[in-house]
């Protein structure tokens, strides 16, 4: 069973507006989370992270929500970009251990 | 700074041969990883090393070897292939694994084929 999870395998979105990718997890020991972007034939690159501390964590265009309640993060570009067209994975680690992903979601910022 | 370094970028084998990919990393970081990317299935960890001669097992180890005897490199060794470890495999590494406060960086990636 899948301990972090992306729903939306992909996601069209029109250049300009917003990108909301959703993550949900179901290990409420998990601290910890991070954001990749990954291009096609390259190594996933990392976009942005949040602790368990925080419920949002900004960055540019980029904005990460917690809800550690929910066990559910959400990632938010503003505005969206053709160059954001990649997938994305979510990743989660509970302290000192080793990171979990999900599936990814594809995003195609259409121009 | 070359980062992490992959080789080869792309790999066919045949039941029952051997290879080792390669990693190297340059920023010094004691922890390094590898990880399998599988359609629909995200990144699954394979291996992975907290230091210079210790490694240990992740969510996926069977029919892969590692060893850890420099700081920079992390071979991964496929002993006898099978068509289920055809895959795309990234190495990654990091400053540390613990504290969760760290970033790691990935290579470009092995495209492996076992026909």
């Known amino acids: 069973d899948q301990q972090v999870k992306q729903n939306s395998p992909s996601l069209s979105v029109q250049e300009g507006r917003i990108s909301i990718l959703n993550c949900d997890y179901t290990?409420?020991?998990?601290?910890?989370f991070l954001w990749y972007k990954k291009y096609p034939a390259e190594g996933p690159t990392f976009l942005i992270s949040i602790s368990s501390i925080k419920d949002k964590n900004e960055d540019g265009r980029f904005t990460v929500f917690l809800n550690k309640s929910a066990k559910h993060l959400s990632l938010h570009i503003v505005p969206s970009q053709p160059g954001d067209s990649a997938v994305y994975f979510c990743?989660?680690?509970?302290?000192?251990?080793?990171?979990?992903f999900g599936p990814g979601t594809r995003l195609s910022a259409l121009p | 700074n070359a980062g992490v370094t992959q080789t080869p970028k792309f790999q066919v084998l045949k039941t029952g041969q051997s290879m080792t990919l390669q990693c190297a990393q340059d920023?010094?970081?004691?922890?390094m990883s590898w990880y399998r990317q599988d359609p629909g299935m995200g990144l699954r960890l394979i291996h992975y090393s907290v230091g210079a001669g210790i490694t240990d097992q992740g969510e996926v180890p069977n029919g892969y070897n590692v060893s850890r005897s420099t700081t920079e490199d992390f071979p991964l060794r496929l002993l006898s292939a099978a068509p289920s470890q055809t895959s795309v495999y990234f190495c990654a590494s990091s400053y540390t694994r613990t504290g969760g406060m760290h970033t790691q960086y990935f290579g470009p990636g092995t495209r492996l084929t076992v026909l």
């Open positions: 990743a989660a680690s509970n302290y000192g251990q080793n990171f979990v």
């Open positions: 290990n409420s020991m998990f601290d910890y």
């Open positions: 920023m010094n970081h004691e922890y």
